[in-house]
């Protein structure tokens, strides 16, 4: 009797073993699995990490080569000349291609001279001329400036600084810093239309105010030159998409801009900032990567900033196309 109550326990105990090895080995199956997703997920993702980049490095290649004649640059869309290039590339997958859209950033006005006491009056009359070339109520300047200049002093009567931000839910506080990314405008009590339809005309370059005067477009030349009326305006637009100007000097001394207080170190010859937008096109999904560029003196291109996510309005009014934002 003794014997058979021990094999029983001894029975027991194998069961209970067998039971502890069985779910450690499921455990470790689960793991083991979840590890090699990870694993797979990570290599995954540093593959379409590199094929955008991919398209940002082509890009860059294309800006260094055509620097020098962006204004002879056939544009996709003449309507758009801001919209330097659209090109696609077919990846190893059939199902898989690539999309690069390049824009210009030099002919623009930067927002962040609202920031610069020095500036900040000249580029708000400008922009206010802007606004009301493209039919908008100039309102929106104030509020933009008080946002960016390092003060709380209120600009206008519909502006705001932090006591108004602070009341919102949730609370935070005016930048009081210059534009770095397009979210920011977000935060600010702004329809969304107005800097859509001011997304090709305005940005916000880190440094620099000059504008590339071959690339210049009839709301621009409306914002910079006052006193042009409709005929020189027109001659002006003519002489753009025709042979340009070979030089500042020859820009400057063009008879029908003798009227204009031109200061000669607001404008160049060249383009220096581009923004890059690559889309990778997959069968299930579609990944974004968005680059701004600066080409340094020595000739290099750099990325000064870069985000992997899905375009923002302004950056699908740009390139005017429209683009699903769904991603992994």
Same mark, same amino acid.
């Given at each position: 009797? @003794?014997? +058979?109550?021990?094999?029983?326990?001894?029975?027991?105990? +194998?069961?209970?073993?067998?039971?502890?090895?069985? #779910?450690?080995?499921?455990?470790?199956?689960?793991?083991?699995?979840?590890?090699?997703?990870?694993?797979?997920?990570?290599?995954?993702?540093?593959?379409?990490?590199?094929?955008?980049?991919?398209?940002?490095?082509?890009?860059?290649? =294309? !800006?260094?080569?055509?620097?020098?004649?962006?204004?002879?640059?056939?544009?996709? @869309?003449?309507?758009?000349? =801001?919209?330097?290039? &659209? /090109?696609?590339?077919?990846?190893?997958?059939?199902?898989?291609?690539?999309?690069?859209?390049?824009?210009?950033? /030099?002919?623009?006005?930067?927002?962040?001279?609202?920031?610069?006491?020095?500036?900040?009056?000249? #580029?708000?009359?400008?922009?206010?001329?802007?606004?009301?070339?493209?039919?908008?109520?100039? #309102?929106?300047?104030?509020? $933009? @400036?008080?946002?960016?200049?390092?003060?709380?002093?209120? +600009?206008?009567?519909? &502006?705001?600084?932090?006591?108004?931000?602070?009341?919102?839910?949730?609370? !935070?506080? &005016?930048?009081? &810093?210059?534009?770095?990314?397009?979210?920011?405008?977000?935060?600010?009590?702004?329809?969304?239309?107005?800097?859509?339809?001011?997304? *090709?005309?305005?940005? =916000?370059?880190?440094?620099?105010?000059?504008?590339?005067?071959?690339?210049?477009?009839?709301?621009?030349?409306?914002?910079?030159?006052?006193? $042009?009326?409709?005929?020189?305006?027109?001659?002006? $637009?003519?002489?753009?998409?025709?042979?340009?100007?070979?030089?500042?000097?020859?820009? $400057?001394? =063009? *008879?029908?801009?003798?009227?204009?207080?031109? %200061?000669?170190?607001?404008?160049?010859?060249?383009?220096?900032?581009?923004?890059?937008?690559?889309?990778? %096109?997959?069968?299930?999904? @579609?990944?974004?990567?968005?680059?701004?560029?600066?080409?340094?003196?020595?000739?290099?291109?750099?990325?000064?900033?870069?985000?992997?996510?899905?375009?923002?309005?302004?950056?699908? #009014?740009?390139?005017?196309?429209?683009?699903?934002?769904?991603?992994?």
């Amino acid at each position: 009797m @003794k014997t +058979t109550q021990q094999r029983g326990v001894v029975l027991l105990m +194998t069961l209970m073993v067998l039971a502890v090895v069985a #779910t450690l080995s499921m455990y470790t199956l689960k793991h083991l699995d979840r590890s090699v997703a990870l694993v797979t997920f990570r290599q995954d993702e540093a593959i379409i990490r590199q094929q955008l980049l991919g398209g940002e490095a082509w890009a860059s290649v =294309w !800006f260094a080569r055509h620097y020098d004649a962006l204004a002879n640059v056939s544009v996709p @869309k003449l309507d758009q000349p =801001w919209h330097l290039l &659209s /090109q696609e590339f077919a990846l190893d997958r059939s199902t898989e291609h690539l999309q690069i859209d390049v824009v210009e950033r /030099q002919a623009c006005i930067n927002l962040n001279l609202l920031g610069d006491a020095a500036r900040a009056a000249l #580029t708000e009359q400008r922009l206010a001329r802007l606004s009301n070339a493209l039919s908008l109520d100039s #309102t929106w300047i104030a509020v $933009l @400036k008080d946002w960016i200049d390092n003060d709380q002093d209120l +600009t206008s009567a519909v &502006s705001h600084e932090d006591e108004y931000y602070l009341g919102l839910e949730p609370a !935070f506080r &005016s930048a009081d &810093s210059a534009l770095v990314d397009a979210s920011e405008l977000a935060l600010l009590p702004i329809p969304e239309s107005v800097f859509t339809r001011l997304a *090709p005309y305005t940005c =916000w370059r880190p440094e620099g105010d000059q504008i590339n005067l071959n690339r210049l477009n009839e709301p621009l030349i409306k914002a910079y030159f006052p006193t $042009l009326d409709e005929q020189k305006s027109a001659a002006l $637009l003519a002489r753009l998409a025709s042979s340009g100007f070979d030089s500042v000097e020859a820009f $400057l001394a =063009w *008879p029908d801009l003798s009227d204009e207080a031109l %200061n000669p170190t607001e404008w160049r010859m060249e383009s220096r900032y581009i923004e890059v937008y690559v889309t990778l %096109n997959a069968e299930q999904t @579609k990944r974004f990567l968005h680059s701004r560029l600066r080409r340094l003196d020595d000739g290099r291109v750099v990325a000064f900033a870069r985000a992997f996510e899905p375009f923002d309005v302004l950056s699908n #009014t740009l390139t005017q196309r429209n683009i699903e934002t769904n991603s992994r």
